[in-house]
């Protein structure tokens, strides 16, 4: 039984390589026009796949190997190969094939429409979306799941309503009168940050050394640059990132480059034993977001970080940085702005982003919201949440490409890696000092105990457990709101002290 | 039947459409501890497509399609698969996945004889790659075809010993006399350009101009950087090309870039609607060969074309170049130096270099020359035919790759493609005043004819129909030969006026 698994398995690998790798390509750097092309090569190769996986002596061998007495790493594997057949047998082939065709032209119809501002263009598109979702739940609903706990649980093992409630409880109760009793700080930066213009050739100068600064390791990755930055990787030894430039601002791509590379490093130090099984890769989006946010944030935005690499970024930008100070620069990459868009939201009221859209996706999913309202509750919220008027959709309800490939249950994840990550900062700080790893350019360390605790077990345990594992504790969001409360009261102070 | 086909068809297109890309990664960006894995990726997928190529009803209904009575562009791909699976079926299976695995390694043996210049440390592999060609002739040997011609035939139909002695003939007699005429001339250039310094990404600035300048259309081509440049394309949509850059030569990455454009535009200009077959992509590497090398060397080294862009270089360089004219600047990219390195000559002795490998395969393939015998051999000939002496085999006969991954026939088409071109670009410009075209940056008047009378083809006509359809004559090497003694006579007068 083993033996048919196995070979299935070396076939299915090559086959997920190769699409990982068109994925990859489609989204840097092939050609246009290639597109329809690709796309069409795309579907035969995922319904070969597909077919593969659903083979007959392949789940049979799945569901025996699944009974019997496993130790190890393989039993781990088994498990979730069979959670995943089971899944896949609940959705009838062709309902799931017509979605695959649905799912593959609607980000180019929600593009459309957001680029047009025309929520009713997308509306029909998104509709079928939501239909599909909610009979996909209707298949998978078990005795313990149900409703959007159903998609939630995709996402993030064991995570669900309860769960997601407790969490953006916490952020309500504390951090949102935090985020409205500091919303008067004055924030003041060089106008020169502000109105500045910063070669890109020059910026990716920098950027450059933060492979080396991160330990990012490149014979193991790639930077290369995309629309939006993203992290792609199948194995250990293959894991890529992309960043992305913006003129006007000297922090963009510096930020994104490091938020990706935290990513690609906890893919990079897996257990390479675990390559070309689906135990490589990172067991969750939160305990992944978890990574990027901790690389990003709180190593990347932290004081220690810009008294060290700040008079490199200086030395490149010597004109334009001349008159600006290492403190400027750090206040500067933690300004706090309540806006629209998530993707450009600062730290602090990053998770606000998330909890509007959890709060919508729950009301859509227990028939309270209909997709036709979208609009109308977008803009309440962040009314409510963030003071804001939404102008447009395109800065509003369309702004983001989730809901169009239906990656529903998704959004939560991203607040709840910070609060991962908050967690696991606190207790990597009692064992290493980080703040002294980052002064002497010794960030390996810090990864090191990233992948003692975390990384190198892939999937093999579960995100609760690796929360358990590395903090000795269950997850508790009060570490993410005592961290953004400590972190900006100091922040804020600065401009009351200048 | 033909439904079957078609059937096979598509899905051997999606997996020849993944096994490019990752072939392209593998060359250009591709993180190195990522070989290893990637390597047995492809071995699955070379299995699978293999499997499906050489499947019984797909052979089947080649074999059926092949006798009825087809006709159009259906005709001619059938054809060619039925010429495909036939040579296939004349290979024992087992010899030949036996010798895909052993070219999968033998280039790396190449690389590191070739770093130490150890030519025993190649000689094992290289042997054994000979003793496989030469029972792949025993195989593929037909009434008409036989011994080395079996070789030259994959790469050029039609093309064999007879015909090549010939070419090779009339270089003997007309070219090596006015190499060996010439040699005393003296080049003279500014010391800039022999001892100067060329920032890469001034560079960049102008190779990017290059796309605009030749039309080479980035709607359905990228550019990228690769160790050595070349062209990789599966379809019209998607012909990718790479550039290397040099600082110390500020003309070396111009000419592989127009050398590869050249590539690309024919694969770019091919009939879209042949996309997916066989048809698609260029038909023979001699015609590839004659397109890259007249926009290289007829268009890209003319006058007319550094007395149009060459200020636009001059503005980049504008330090450097400041007291280099266009028309010195013209006779150092036509400069002479009998050298080495094949993929350095100039383009007035390129072809001796093609001779030289020429002779040497006959040998080997005929029996007079073996294996072991061949540094000594490759050192007389450059001897005779170039007056140089060869210090060392990395500058000698392990500098090429081909015949690490056994490509023996190949050689030859690179000289023939110098001597297509020659021809065809003498009717064309006969039809349209090519100079003017350049001058008037008006390079697609050209692209247009050569997609007429060529390009759009694809491998619906043979070599040698093309040739007779393009320039209404029979391949004429004398095109050749007067084209290069006429050139240099000018440039090499040049000389003598100043």
């Known amino acids: 039984m083993k033996q048919i698994y196995e070979q299935f398995k070396k076939e299915i690998n090559a086959y997920k390589y190769a699409l990982w790798l068109m994925g990859w390509d489609d989204e840097t750097e092939a050609p246009k026009a290639s597109k329809a092309y690709r796309t069409e090569q795309l579907e035969v190769l995922y319904t070969l796949v597909y077919k593969l996986e659903m083979d007959e002596k392949r789940l049979a061998a799945i569901d025996q190997l699944a009974k019997e007495n496993l130790t190890g790493p393989f039993k781990r594997e088994i498990e979730l190969e069979k959670k995943g057949i089971d899944q896949l047998r609940k959705i009838p082939q062709a309902e799931y094939i017509a979605y695959q065709v649905l799912i593959s032209k609607s980000s180019q119809i929600w593009a459309e429409a957001k680029k047009n501002s025309d929520f009713e263009a997308f509306l029909p598109t998104l509709e079928e979306i939501i239909v599909f979702q909610k009979?996909?739940?209707?298949?998978?609903?078990?005795?313990?799941?149900?409703?959007?706990?159903?998609?939630?649980?995709?996402?993030?093992?064991?995570?669900?309503?309860?769960?997601?409630?407790?969490?953006?409880?916490?952020?309500?109760?504390?951090?949102?009168?935090?985020?409205?009793?500091?919303?008067?700080?004055?924030?003041?930066?060089?106008?020169?940050?502000?109105?500045?213009?910063?070669?890109?050739?020059?910026?990716?100068?920098?950027?450059?050394?933060?492979?080396?600064?991160?330990?990012?390791d490149l014979k193991k990755g790639v930077i290369k640059e995309s629309v939006h930055p993203f992290t792609s990787g199948v194995v250990s030894v293959d894991t890529r990132v992309t960043t992305a430039y913006r003129e006007d601002l000297i922090d963009a791509a510096i930020f994104s480059t490091i938020h990706e590379m935290g990513h690609g490093i906890y893919e990079q130090q897996v257990n390479p034993e675990f390559d070309g099984s689906i135990l490589s890769g990172g067991v969750s989006m939160g305990i992944h977001e978890s990574q990027s946010r901790l690389f990003e944030n709180m190593i990347g935005r932290s004081k220690a970080f810009w008294d060290t690499y700040y008079p490199a970024l200086q030395q490149i930008f010597a004109k334009e940085l001349k008159k600006v100070t290492a403190e400027q620069f750090h206040l500067y990459v933690n300004r706090v702005k309540r806006d629209f868009i998530r993707i450009e939201a600062d730290e602090l009221t990053y998770s606000l982003h998330i909890m509007i859209r959890y709060e919508i996706e729950k009301a859509l999913f227990n028939g309270?919201?209909?997709?036709?309202?979208?609009?109308?509750?977008?803009?309440?919220?962040?009314?409510?949440?963030?003071?804001?008027?939404?102008?447009?959709?395109?800065?509003?309800?369309?702004?983001?490409?989730?809901?169009?490939?239906?990656?529903?249950?998704?959004?939560?994840?991203?607040?709840?890696?910070?609060?991962?990550?908050?967690q696991i900062y606190d207790v990597m700080n009692q064992e290493i000092d980080v703040e002294q790893c980052i002064k002497n350019n010794d960030i390996r360390k810090i990864n090191r105990w990233l992948r003692e605790h975390i990384h190198q077990y892939g999937k093999l345990k579960t995100p609760k457990e690796i929360i358990l594992n590395a903090t000795n504790k269950p997850f508790d969001p009060n570490y993410y709101v005592d961290y953004l409360v400590k972190k900006y009261t100091t922040i804020f102070k600065a401009y009351e002290v200048n």
Do not use: C
């Open 135 to 216: 009979k996909l739940i209707k298949y998978l609903e078990t005795d313990t799941l149900k409703g959007y706990d159903v998609l939630l649980d995709m996402y993030e093992e064991n995570m669900g309503i309860k769960e997601y409630d407790e969490f953006f409880k916490v952020l309500n109760e504390k951090l949102v009168p935090f985020v409205l009793k500091t919303a008067k700080v004055k924030q003041k930066f060089p106008s020169v940050l502000l109105k500045g213009s910063f070669n890109i050739e020059k910026q990716k100068q920098f950027n450059h050394r933060l492979a080396d600064i991160l330990s990012y």
């Open 368 to 422: 309270k919201l209909q997709p036709k309202d979208l609009p109308k509750t977008w803009n309440k919220l962040y009314k409510k949440y963030l003071g804001l008027t939404v102008k447009n959709d395109a800065f509003g309800v369309l702004q983001d490409i989730h809901w169009s490939i239906g990656s529903f249950g998704y959004f939560p994840t991203y607040a709840l890696g910070s609060a991962y990550a908050a």
